[in-house]
T-cell receptor, first 114, second 112 residues
């Protein structure tokens, strides 16, 4: 089944404790991206990647890192999480990065930073 | 990416047709119009995409007038399970990068 998976689905952590949220897709998509969703602010893009070893900042990249060493994986790294990073995070992938390509979203990761 | 304007929320009843209109006055020649649906605590899901006139699939129809400055997503005979947030996105089909900017969307509530 074609899908985007994220782990963990729920995470409660404390300020400053490094964490990684994994994202994997099995559709051989070149484009992957991360979003955060907060009440009243909609979905905001954090980082995106056009292909292996190619990443770029989205609208709200501060406090986040990503890597794209393999085509299927695009982990999101929070080196020193802070409470303002408490949010619902979505990973997405598509064949290409244009609006004409259907984006497939993962199930989401709800992160709470205390 | 062209700015879009949609109603914040809409209410409907089961069995009715629902039309959600999106305004995009600054749409460019190469821009496509795409709609996504999002259920609570789930990722958005692609519904339909169009460039001009009318597009229909098994889920919805998309009406785009000749000037393309607006578009209307039409959901026939909605059910309770259509309660969701619907996002209208407008942008170039050939550009790559951070093209997916989701606004606030339209929160549709379907009542019994």
């Amino acid at each position: 089944e074609a899908q985007v998976t994220q782990n963990p689905r729920y995470l409660i952590t404390v300020t400053g404790k490094k964490l990684t949220v994994t994202c994997s897709q099995n559709m051989n998509h070149e484009y992957m991206s991360w979003y955060r969703q907060d009440p009243g602010l909609g979905l905001r893009q954090i980082y995106y990647s056009m292909n292996v070893e190619v990443t770029d900042k989205g609208d709200v990249p501060e406090g986040y890192k990503v890597s794209r060493k393999e085509k299927r994986n695009f982990p999101l790294i929070l080196e020193s999480p802070s409470p303002n990073q408490t949010s619902l995070y979505f990973c997405a992938s598509s064949f290409g990065g244009s609006l004409a390509d259907t984006q497939y979203f993962g199930p989401g990761t709800r992160l709470t930073v205390l | 990416l062209a700015k879009t304007t949609q109603p914040i929320s809409m209410d409907s009843y089961e069995g009715q047709e629902v039309n959600i209109t999106c305004s995009h006055n600054n749409i460019a020649t190469n821009d496509y119009i795409t709609w996504y649906q999002q259920f609570p605590s789930q990722g958005p899901r692609f519904i339909i995409q169009g460039y001009k006139t009318k597009v229909t699939n098994e889920v919805a129809s998309l009406f785009i007038p000749a000037d393309r400055k607006s578009s209307t997503l039409s959901l026939p005979r909605v059910s309770l399970s259509d309660t969701a947030v619907y996002y209208c996105l407008v942008g170039e089909g050939n550009n790559a990068g951070n093209m997916l900017t989701f606004g606030g969307g339209t929160r549709l509530m379907v009542k019994p």
